[in-house]
């Protein structure tokens, strides 16, 4: 009499069965399991075919998934995953999800842990690539940006009139920014898989790439991804502030595009894709940083692949946006 090592078609678990009986039960969730005995007349190895219980398991998931059933989606990705260790879905959305229902909790720390696993499994998302799965990079890519639009949890210290004076939200948003960074690098890896030559796959992972890198990373990367998604389309733009006191300074927010750093008094200049964007000046006095300026201006220009383009905020002498 021996044990035979089985797995529950209901719910996946690892279960031993009496190698003399017909069937049992899972310990797991009560699930009636019988013994197929099969006689192998040759000697090697039998591979098992999850397939079935993976392709069940994936639509259970996806359905929790289009739910916002946080906890249900973990489940299901995690049983994916059990049986098909290399699926990136399933790697990344086990840990996603478990990520997403701590962003209804105020416990930081909690945060922190599960976007690090977060973190570490879009690491390997790269590693465990296969071309039949692009369009789940690109989906991974739109849900990692759409934690930047979500409601959370977060900290709030007020003084003794009730004003809010500090939260800490910003810490949440880093921990975004942390796992949008590492899948734009994974991107760019999964693109330096495909040839030189082949420029529609490197193209494809390198917009994705670009997508993400605008929201999380630092202006020197995200321009750097920029670059190779859209090597044709970006334009110069200068701006120009020679005008007021020397203890005046004025930022420019650019909505919308890779470019959201300040630009300060001086001249400086950033490139951007073809496009219609809302550009807003802003100015402030002395060692105030741009975040407490207040608005001066806002106008929307559009820029076209070959033109020069030129606009003056009246109100304030010096103050143009060149488009070479």
Known sequence: MGMVALKCPACG???????????GFCNYCGTKVMQDKIVVEHQGTVKVDNSEYVEKFLQNARRAYEKQDWEETEKYYNLVEQNDPSNIEAIFYSAYAKACNTLIEADFFKKQAAF??????VGIIDDNYVPAE??????????????????FVYTQKKNGYGLIVQDDRAKTIDLFNLVG???????L??????????????T??????????DISCRYEFAAKVKKLAYPDALRPITFINNSGSDKMKYYLTVVGVFDKQPVSKGTSTIELPQGDYKMILYGTYGSLDASKAAKAG??????????????????FRGCNFIIS
């Open 181 to 187: 960074a590492e899948f734009a690098q994974s991107c």
């Open 116 to 121: 690090g696993v977060l973190k570490r499994c």
């Open 189 to 202: 890896n999964i693109a330096d898989t495909y040839p030189e030559n082949d420029k529609d796959n490197r």
């Open 204 to 213: 494809y992972f390198y917009k994705i790439a670009s997508s993400v890198a």
């Open 298 to 315: 806002e106008t929307t220009i559009s820029i076209p692949n070959h033109s020069t383009v030129e606009i003056t905020y009246k109100a």
């Open 134 to 151: 692009k369009e789940i990079v690109q989906r991974v890519g739109k849900d990692i940006l759409g934690l930047y639009n979500t409601n």
């Open 13 to 23: 678990a690892d279960i031993q069965l009496d190698d003399s009986r017909e069937f």
